[in-house]
């Protein structure tokens, strides 16, 4: 079955530095994934759709200077923490779909926990 | 914008009974579809049934079956025969078929299995 995969599962980093997440489609190609974050004990929460080959979306409210999206192939994502804060503290778990088509099921990856020191 | 609400935070069910995830959505859209994801400790993010609007039918899966309300916009989740492994939070979740494959999710229902 498809599978999408996360990297890192879990990083530590100090306030002010940056990480880079990554997200690919493991036996599928993906023209749109998707990255959402959870704060504990909380639901999901779409930040934004990773366009391949162009610009993503970011949804309201998310700051696209400081989550940066690149979707270079149609397997891989990646989202940046730019300037990381404790508040970014999250999990961030990203989704896609093999073909884009509306009745596929989306596959998730298994999350990446980042704490901010 | 839709909205989809869960009223129950959490729930805890015998292991074998049948325990019953409300979930309710506002949306002025006639085209969509509704999910319900398991997450366990994991964190993992599991699809456990698939609902598209235009089907009356109610969508089951093994153990698990919906009653789709679509006038009412409601869409509970039924987990018959409880067992350990069903112990999860359960998010409700909507897609308007217009906008790709966003996903709009409701709070999550934790539910515990009790042996």
């Known amino acids: 079955g498809a599978v999408v995969s996360q990297h890192p599962s879990w990083v530590i980093c100090k306030s002010g530095t940056s990480v880079k997440i990554e997200c690919r489609s493991l036996d599928f190609q993906a023209t749109t994934m998707f990255w959402y974050r959870q704060f504990p004990k909380q639901s999901l929460m779409l930040m934004a759709t990773?366009?391949?080959?162009?610009?993503?979306?970011?949804e309201q409210g998310v700051e696209k200077d400081k989550f940066l999206i690149n979707h270079a192939s149609l397997t891989l994502s990646t989202l940046t923490v730019t300037s990381a804060h404790p508040e970014d503290s999250s999990f961030y778990i990203c989704s896609a779909t093999p073909g884009g088509i509306y009745n596929s099921p989306l596959h998730f990856g298994n999350g990446t926990r980042l704490t901010v020191t | 914008a839709q909205t989809v609400t869960q009223s129950q935070p959490e729930m805890s069910v015998q292991e074998a009974e049948t325990v019953t995830l409300s979930c309710t959505y506002d949306?002025?859209?006639?085209?969509?579809?509704l999910f319900w994801y398991k997450q366990p400790p994991s964190r993992q993010m599991i699809l456990v049934i698939r609902?598209?609007?235009?089907?009356?039918q109610n969508a089951t899966e093994n153990r698990f079956s919906v009653n789709f309300q679509k006038a009412a916009k409601s869409f509970s989740l039924k987990i018959s025969d409880s067992q350990l492994g069903d112990t999860a939070m359960y998010f409700c979740?909507?897609?308007?078929?217009?906008?790709?494959?966003?996903?709009?999710f409701g709070g999550g229902t934790r539910v515990l299995v009790k042996p």
């Open positions: 609902q598209e609007a235009y089907k009356q």
């Open positions: 949306t002025s859209e006639n085209n969509y579809y």
């Open positions: 990773s366009n391949e080959g162009s610009k993503a979306t970011y």
């Open positions: 979740a909507f897609m308007r078929r217009a906008a790709g494959n966003k996903l709009t």
